[in-house]
């Protein structure tokens, strides 16, 4: 079974400021690791996600994520966020097995201050 | 926008009734997963669809239940409505369970129990 845990329900922040959200997993299988945004009133859509090598991961609208076996976190960031990115960002696992099956944490509410 | 459409968008049904919530795949997917949102949590895997037959359950109770379309358009069925089943139902479509294909997220339907 895998799980996955959001440190963080709620991250303000100012407008230009860099933002890391934080995400750990735990499962006894080999996964795939994903970031999806979420806006009000919408479903989810894919920032970026990790399958294999390198553990930079670069996404859509300048995020980028951090795959760490050692750590089993997999990290969000942006160095500089625009009020456009005011959202609330899931983190989520899958197995390697089961793709497309994905476990999700609860949820970070990105607030983005002018 | 994704190409995956839930219907209806919103609904209220009373305790103990049934429910039944639609999903049109996006056009070459053959995979269909529904997930429940509850309200300040983040989506939970109820089943899986491949090619009209269920492949994978997450831990919801047999009044879910579902069924896949040979044109793999989804229905969720949800028998004697509790309070908790308050939430948004999201599905999600893919070409394949085990390829490295993206999933797309429909805008849901959200369901309230009184």
């Known amino acids: 079974a895998q799980s996955v845990t959001q440190l963080d329900s709620q991250v303000p922040v100012f407008e230009e400021a860099p933002v890391e959200l934080r995400c750990n997993y735990s499962s006894s299988v080999s996964v795939y690791l994903f970031w999806y945004v979420q806006y009000p009133n919408q479903g989810l859509q894919l920032l970026l996600k990790?399958?294999?090598?390198?553990?930079l991961v670069k996404g859509i609208n300048g995020f980028e994520a951090e795959f760490n076996k050692s750590q089993t976190s997999f990290h969000l960031r942006k160095p500089s966020v625009h009020i456009s990115d005011t959202a609330e960002y899931f983190c989520?696992?899958?197995?390697?097995?089961?793709?497309?099956?994905?476990?999700f944490g609860s949820g970070t509410k990105l607030n983005v201050k002018p | 926008e994704t190409g995956v459409t839930q219907s209806p968008t919103h609904l209220i049904k009373t305790r103990g009734q049934q429910v039944t919530l639609r999903c049109s795949s996006q056009?070459?997917?053959?995979?269909v997963s529904w997930y429940q949102q509850a309200l300040g949590q983040g989506p939970q895997f109820i089943f899986q669809?491949?090619?009209?037959?269920?492949?994978g359950r997450g831990n919801f109770p047999p009044r879910f239940s579902g069924l896949q379309f040979p044109n793999y358009s989804s229905e969720l069925n949800v028998n004697a409505l509790e309070l908790d089943d308050s939430a948004l139902y999201l599905c999600?479509?893919?070409?394949?369970?085990?390829?490295?294909?993206?999933?797309?997220f429909g805008q849901g339907t959200r369901l309230t129990v009184v």
């Open positions: 669809y491949y090619r009209e037959e269920e492949n």
């Open positions: 990790y399958l294999s090598g390198s553990t």
């Open positions: 056009s070459g997917h053959n995979t």
């Open positions: 999600a479509s893919s070409y394949n369970p085990v390829m490295n294909t993206e999933a797309f």
């Open positions: 989520a696992v899958s197995g390697t097995y089961n793709f497309n099956k994905f476990y």
